[in-house]
């Protein structure tokens, strides 16, 4: 006996996301799309623009163009960056949970908002081309990059090599 659940049943779980809103206007959230360097314990309604008013700083580092604000008394350098060309940013809500039988349940999410770009946040460090946040756009032209057709003018410009078998 490992003390495990023998005997009961197994819950089996499907999820759906809705991306379409069927003409309806979704909300475009472009520029208000934050990446903050903390954990917030709250989950609830805010007056957030009362309190979190970023501005342009003039300054420029490595091609970025910087913004600073304040959050809880801490100052924090920030940088719009946008999705690349042909992704969308989405904010889902849950739209309802379904239960179907007492072992399966169903959760739908739809597409409430969109957003074409993500201003990241740094407390310590100015913003830059090497933070971790921003290196996960890299992964964008990698993947097109390794799903795009290949081509048999692209296979006669690869050099042959006679040691390659």
């Known amino acids: 006996m490992d003390g495990g659940n023998e005997g009961s049943p197994l819950l089996r779980s499907e999820t759906t ?4 809103w069927k003409g309806e206007a979704v909300a475009d959230l472009t520029g208000k799309v ?37 959050f ?6 920030g940088t719009a960056v946008p999705l690349p060309d042909g992704y969308s ?23 409430n ?8 946040w740094n407390h310590d460090s100015l913003p830059s081309n090497d933070d971790a946040f921003l290196r996960t756009f ?3 032209a990698v993947a097109k990059a390794l799903h795009q057709p290949v081509n048999v003018e692209d296979l006669e410009s690869v050099p042959a090599d006679e040691d390659l078998v």
């Not at 009362?50 to 490595?62: L, N, T």
């Not at 940013?89 to 169903?106: A, D, H, P």
């Not at 908002?113 to 990241?120: I, L, P």
Request: with cysteine; proline share 4%; net charge positive.
């Open 89 to 111: 940013g989405f904010i889902l809500g849950k739209k309802s949970s379904e239960k179907k039988t007492n072992t399966e349940t169903s959760d739908c999410w739809e597409a």
């Open 138 to 140: 890299h992964w964008f």
């Open 17 to 20: 996301v809705n991306l379409s």
């Open 72 to 77: 809880r008394g801490r100052k924090l350098h």
């Open 113 to 120: 908002a969109k957003f074409q770009n993500v201003t990241v």
């Open 34 to 70: 934050h990446q903050l360097p903390c954990c917030i314990k709250y989950d609830g309604p805010t007056s957030v623009s009362d309190y979190f008013k970023p501005k342009s700083s003039g300054m420029e580092v490595d091609g970025l163009t910087l913004e600073e604000t304040y």
